[in-house]
């Protein structure tokens, strides 16, 4: 088993339309969580940290379950430019490591 | 304004043949990354550096060197890229190690080895 998995999509969507992805990890011990954005063919940029109590940044929404141990990332209202990779990271088991999703690729239509 | 800058952001290299990519940073920060991101997989650690201390993935080629003169730059040394070293090749830094830091990424360099 990975120890981030993530749903590759693509998950093609309506313009306006709500839309949410998981992202699952096995190291229960995990304590910083986050979504990044990758533009296709850039790098990844920080989207949002995911907090214990979930957390909401506009039209994104994100929440952690530690009990299933995933993450998820909900858009409401979605815009032609929230069409991205995005990416689930997840601190490894040192105190530096991070660990990287694969993404999920979101296409949003007009 | 640009805070992590990579070049070449094109770097086409001969099999065996040593190439050098550059990272250079106008954040201070502490922490440097070096990544290999191959298309639609997860970016992979090769190595970092807090300040000088080099850290070596365990799982990196030695293949892949890296040298950090300064605070400011950072360097990702292929000694003999093979057909498999093609990929894009992001450079990171944080302020501090730790796994709650954000991460601020450079452009990339994306490597095509013929």
């Known amino acids: 088993r990975k120890e981030v998995e993530q749903d590759p999509g693509p998950f093609n969507v309506p313009e306006g339309a709500t839309v949410a992805f998981n992202c699952t990890y096995s190291n229960s011990a995990s304590q910083s969580f986050f979504w990044y954005r990758q533009d296709c063919r850039k790098e990844p940029k920080l989207l949002m940290s995911?907090?214990?109590?979930?957390n909401e940044d506009g039209r994104f929404t994100a929440q952690l379950n530690r009990a299933s141990q995933y993450i998820s990332l909900l858009i409401r209202d979605s815009k032609l430019s929230d069409s991205a990779t995005y990416l689930c990271?997840?601190?490894?088991?040192?105190?530096?490591?991070?660990?990287w999703g694969a993404g999920t690729k979101l296409i949003i239509k007009p | 304004d640009a805070m992590v800058i990579q070049n070449p952001r094109y770097q086409v290299t001969q099999f065996g043949k040593p190439v050098t990519l550059s990272c250079s940073q106008t954040?201070?920060?502490?922490?440097m990354y070096w990544y290999q991101q191959k298309s639609s997989q997860a970016p992979k650690l090769l190595f970092h550096?807090?300040?000088?201390?080099?850290?070596n993935e365990a799982d990196t080629p030695d293949n892949f060197q890296s040298r950090r003169p300064n605070t400011s730059f950072c360097f990702l040394d292929i000694r003999s890229p093979g057909l498999g070293d093609a990929a894009m090749y992001l450079c990171?830094?944080?302020?501090?190690?730790?796994?709650?830091?954000?991460?601020?990424f450079g452009p990339g360099t994306r490597l095509l080895v013929l």
């Open positions: 995911v907090y214990s109590s979930g």
């Open positions: 990171a830094t944080s302020r501090e190690a730790g796994t709650s830091q954000t991460q601020y």
């Open positions: 550096y807090y300040d000088k201390d080099f850290n």
């Open positions: 954040l201070n920060h502490n922490v």
């Open positions: 990271v997840v601190n490894g088991r040192s105190n530096y490591q991070l660990i």
